[in-house]
């Protein structure tokens, strides 16, 4: 088992709607981090999560420490919000432990 | 533009070739990690500095694979003898060190191609 688990892997929406990928992770962790990489493959930080929950324009994080879950909220998507979505924690050392991402689709 | 740049964006070599890569991170960030990212998965660390100093190497860092930061400001990471199984996206991030988690910012990354 992975120990950070990203859902769902593909998500094709319209429009308007309203999106949620959830992380889950299995260790101990000092912060969470949500990214972006485009097609391209840059990446580009959203959030870095410790407690609670941050807004961000039409994005929204959230996290509970006690069920070791976060979510990555995504209201009135738009076809510029298709890219995959990354959530990473980070644990006692250096390193970021990286999900596997979730690709998001948009359509007009 | 502040951020992390890396240099090339892409590189296409033939097998047994070496490659240099550079990264260099925001000016005022002390660390700086490189990563690996193959198709469709999530990036993979490699290898960290903090100031000049190599902290930490993954297994993944074969003895093939070398990293430098010799003043503590920009990186090279070389490829002695590409493989195949060297192609992938290699991406630079940098942060600053302080109490409490620090935000990583990541470069453009360069796509490696080795024919």
């Known amino acids: 088992k992975n120990e950070v688990e990203q859902s769902p892997q593909n998500l094709t929406a319209q429009e308007g709607e309203f999106i949620t990928i959830n992380c889950s992770y299995s260790?101990?962790?000092?912060?969470l981090h949500w990214l972006q990489q485009h097609p391209g493959g840059g990446i580009v930080s959203l959030f870095m999560?410790?407690?609670?929950?941050k807004k961000h324009g039409r994005l929204i994080a959230t996290i509970n420490i006690q069920e070791k879950h976060s979510s990555l909220h995504i209201t009135a998507s738009h076809p510029r919000d298709s890219a995959v979505y990354i959530c990473?924690?980070?644990?006692?050392?250096?390193?970021?432990?990286w999900g596997a991402g979730t690709k998001l689709i948009i359509k007009p | 533009d502040t951020g992390v740049s890396q240099d090339p964006r892409h590189k296409i070599t033939k097998r047994g070739q070496n490659v240099t890569f550079r990264c260099d991170p925001i000016?005022?960030?002390?660390?700086l990690y490189w990563y690996r990212q193959t198709l469709g998965q999530g990036p993979e660390f490699l290898t960290y500095?903090?100031?000049?100093?190599?902290?930490?190497k993954s297994r993944l860092l074969s003895d093939r694979f070398s990293a430098e930061r010799p003043k503590g400001s920009f990186s090279t990471l070389e490829i002695q003898r590409t493989e195949q199984g060297d192609s992938a996206m290699y991406l630079c991030?940098?942060?600053?060190?302080?109490?409490?988690?620090?935000?990583?910012?990541f470069g453009p990354g360069t796509r490696l191609l080795v024919l």
């Open positions: 999560l410790s407690s609670g929950k």
């Open positions: 500095f903090q100031n000049e100093a190599q902290l930490e």
């Open positions: 991030a940098s942060s600053k060190k302080r109490v409490g988690p620090e935000t990583q910012y």
């Open positions: 260790v101990g962790i000092s912060a």
């Open positions: 000016s005022e960030h002390n660390r």
């Open positions: 990473a924690v980070k644990g006692s050392n250096y390193q970021l432990i």
